[in-house]
Structure formats: C-alpha cells, structure tokens
C-alpha cells in the first residue's frame, strides 16, 4: 500500500480530506482485482459515477460506490461472492499490502422493484485513519444482473494516479460512454438525486458530445426496459426542493468545491432541448488558443505546480474540466498585483521554461498569458463559461505543449460571443484548403455501437451499414460528431 505521506499529498493537492483519497485508491485496486478475476472479469461491467472518474474523467468528483451489471444472473449468490472476494482479497495483499478482513465480507441478496434478485455488498479495507477495527471505512458494491446493455461493453483503462500503478496499467470492462450518460439521465428522471443532476450536465457540457439522437435511443430502450417514462423536463422540477437539501451533504465531500445547484439547475431547459432534438444549433468546431507543439501529458498529480500561496494548480485544472471561470490573484512584471475572472484554457511550457497559464479575461474576453511562478492565489467561482477555445486543461489530464513565447497580440482573440470570429476562421480555414487541394473539410463521425469512424464530405451522421473490427455485423444507424479535418 501507499504510504500515509503520499495520500495526504494527493489531499493537499486536490483540496479533499485524506480518506477520501484513500478510499479512491482502494478504488482502483479493486477494479484491479476483478480484472484479474477469471470468473468475473468477462461478465461483471462497471458502471455509474464511479466508472466517470475512474475511465473517462480523471478530474471530476471523486465517488464511493461500485456498481456493476453482472452478465451472468448466478453470481447474485452470497456464499459465491463471498468466495470470490476472499481470493481476490489475498491477491489484493499480496499485490499492494491492502488488508481486507474477509469475516467482514458482507452480501445481501435482496428482490428488486422489477421482481429480480440484485445484491448489495460491503467490503471493509484497513485504513490509515480508522480508530479501530469497527470504524474501518467501506466500499459498497451495487451488483444488479437483470439490466439492459444497449451497447456492447468497452475494456477502458482505469485512472490510478498513484506510485505503485502496475507498469501495464489496470483495465476493466465497463460501459460505453454513451450508455453510462443515458443511464444517468434515466436515473436522474427516477431518483433525483443531486449526484445524477451534477454529472448529467458536467457531460452535456463537455466537448465530446454525442449526438442527442444517439442518447435518446439508448435512454428509450433504458426506461422501456424499466417499464417507466423518459424523463422529461417536468419530471426533474420536481425534485427541486429534494435536491437542494441533499446538495452539500450528498457531494460536498467528493468535490474540492462544490458551486451552487443553481449552476447546474438553471442550465436544465437548455439540457432538455438539446436531448429532445429541439436545440438545432450547429455547435462550432473550437480552435486551439495558441500554437501548437509538443504535447506533455502528465498523469494525474505527477505535475505539481503551485502559486505563491502554496496552493496546487490542480483547482485549476478542476474548473477547467468543470468548465468553472476561476479568480485569479496575480503580480505581472512589473509588480503590480490584480485580481482577474478568468477562464481557464491551457497550460504551456515556453522555450526558456517558464510555465504559463493561458486563459480569457471573462469582462472582456482578451488572451492572456500568465507565468505560473506570479500567480498568488487561485479559486474557483460559481460562474460557468461557455468555451470560446479548446480547453486543453481537460478532465483527462493536463496538457503542456512546449511552445515558443509569442505577443499576444498575434494570437487574436473571438468577440465577446465568441462565435463569429471562430466561423470567419473556420470558413477561412476552408477557403484555403479548397484553393491548394480542391477540396472541403471532412467531417468525422464514430459508430456508439463499435467505435469505427467515418469520414463525410458532409455534415451526415447516417452510418452505412458495416462490420466491427472483430468481422462481426454492427446494429449502429446513427454516429456523433467527433472532428473536422480540414
């Protein structure tokens, strides 16, 4: 196991309590521990909030829970996992030094709503900072065999950011991306709970976007299958009240701040229109801020950059991918010290070393550079900003091209919108590649069902029908948007 030292590390540097980071750790390990699993590994696929943070968002909130959706029904049988846990309990020790009691093991099998027996487990581990033997800390697992898979499952490698990562990476057989964003819409039309409401936005905000067709043939199968209604606007409105009494006790402790729910509440219509297909707006390929070059993408906590005050950049990095503007305290070069609403983009190491934080000005939507070493403080703020550029500060990690420094004044910057300079670019962009090679931009689509791409000539999401690359015959009609090449 990791030592003490190294997760008050990470806590400092995420701005979370240390058993929270302990917890995310053993996390890690445990998913390790059913990939390594020959009975389980090919049947159980991970899935819900969890499977966000571990497989698609490195920054996003930190969760609690294992769900999965066990393809083989028999495994929802006490003595069986039971068994099944013990032994991966001595491989987890034996592995890492994590100790889990196994006379602690505990699995109740119970009858669901649809009339189909699920099973709720708790797994006990040995902690850092636990009292005693009865306050150890616990990881509940959510195992439910009666679920419909719209999508085939995806192997997705697991975010462990931690020094003792195995050299080849821990992998687990989870949900595809666009059935993990229908089920939480389902889920947030049925429960309500303020955890479905924070990662359905943070995904409808997010740049890969599928298309809203594709999410609401996966969200229809979900709820027929439940025999329940697709959740509709109304439906939501509903829980308001609910919501926001359970904002801060149900995910404070998971986030290093936690905005407003109106932040995410009064975006809800916009959601809503975009699902049902009533949002018809073209959404603009962004430019990058600056030049491009190399691209170093450190894993997560491995580039601890501080300001002045000592605190990590990583809250930067946390609005970015939360796309949450941040007030920046910082001295230029000629001493003068200002606070600035920013929004954050990209991080870029300069030919001479410097680091610098690339951001808009949010008053007036000007570029600026800002050297890592002058910045004083740093925080996040309850506003949220549309991205006017690539947001290379991404939930997935940092990136830091290694760039030369130039004025900013050659680098532009869009109207206060935003919009019409980034078309006159792109249709500029256009204008050139048609001259020198005769041709227009290709637009690339990905099947949901196989991931196998597709170039058009026009913006056409209709895919031919076609075969996975395993030879097998793919059901995928509808593609989203995934790039432009000019």
Not at 12 to 29: A, F, M, R, S
Not at 80 to 107: C, H, N
Not at 134 to 152: G, N, W, Y
Not at 478 to 484: H, M, P, Q, R
Request: aromatic share 10%; charged share 25%.
């Amino acid at each position: 196991m990791i030592s003490k030292d190294e997760i008050l590390a990470f806590a400092d540097d995420t701005g979370l309590t240390p058993n929270v980071i302990e917890k995310d750790y053993v996390l890690g390990w445990l998913l390790a521990a059913v990939n390594n699993n020959s009975v389980l590994s090919q049947s159980w696929v991970f899935k819900g909030g969890t499977c966000l943070k571990k497989c698609y968002f490195e920054t996003y909130r930190f969760s609690e829970d294992l769900d999965f959706t066990l393809q083989d029904k028999n495994h929802i049988d006490a003595a069986f996992l039971v068994d099944q846990f013990s032994l991966m309990a001595q491989w987890l020790y034996e592995e890492t030094g994590i100790e889990i009691p196994t006379d602690r093991l505990k699995f109740d099998v119970y009858t669901n709503p649809r009339g189909h027996q699920s099973c709720q487990g708790r797994v006990y581990y040995k902690s850092y900072f636990a009292t005693g033997k009865h306050s150890l800390p616990r990881i509940k697992f959510d195992l439910t065999a009666d679920e419909v898979l719209v999508m085939p499952p995806s192997r997705q490698a697991v975010f462990h950011p931690y020094t003792d990562s195995p050299q080849d990476g821990i992998f687990i057989m989870s949900y595809a991306y666009p059935e993990v964003f229908g089920e939480k819409i389902r889920a947030l039309g049925e429960r309500g709970r303020p955890r479905d409401l924070y990662d359905v936005m943070n995904l409808f905000r997010n740049d890969n976007l599928p298309a809203s067709a594709v999410i609401q043939d996966i969200l229809s199968q979900k709820c027929a299958y439940k025999e329940i209604g697709v959740p509709v606007l109304v439906d939501v409105n509903a829980y308001r009240d609910v919501m926001l009494r359970n904002w801060e006790p149900m995910l404070k402790h998971q986030l290093p701040m936690l905005p407003e729910l109106e932040v995410y509440w009064d975006s809800l219509s916009e959601f809503f229109d975009w699902l049902e297909g009533r949002d018809t707006r073209e959404r603009v390929k962004l430019a990058v801020i600056s030049g491009d070059g190399q691209i170093y993408q450190p894993s997560y906590g491995n580039l601890r950059l501080r300001t002045r005050a000592g605190k990590s950049l990583e809250i930067i990095r946390f609005a970015a991918g939360n796309r949450l503007c941040v007030n920046l305290d910082y001295t230029d070069n000629n001493g003068r010290r200002s606070s600035r609403v920013i929004e954050p983009y990209s991080l870029r190491q300069a030919k001479n070393g410097n680091v610098l934080l690339f951001a808009v000005r949010a008053d007036d939507g000007q570029i600026r550079a800002y050297k890592i070493g002058q910045i004083n403080d740093a925080s996040m703020t309850n506003r949220v900003f549309s991205p006017r550029y690539q947001v290379e500060l991404s939930p997935s990690g940092i990136s830091v091209p290694i760039v030369e420094t130039v004025p900013l004044t050659q680098l532009g910057h869009p109207s206060s919108s935003g919009r019409a300079d980034l078309k006159m670019r792109r249709r500029s962009a256009m204008q050139r590649t048609s001259i020198s090679q005769n041709n227009g931009p290709t637009y690339i689509y990905r099947c949901p069902m196989c991931d196998k791409t597709f170039r058009r000539r026009s913006q056409n999401s209709k895919l031919n029908p076609h075969k996975t690359k395993n030879g097998w015959p793919c059901s995928g009609r509808i593609g989203y948007y995934e790039d432009t090449k000019y």
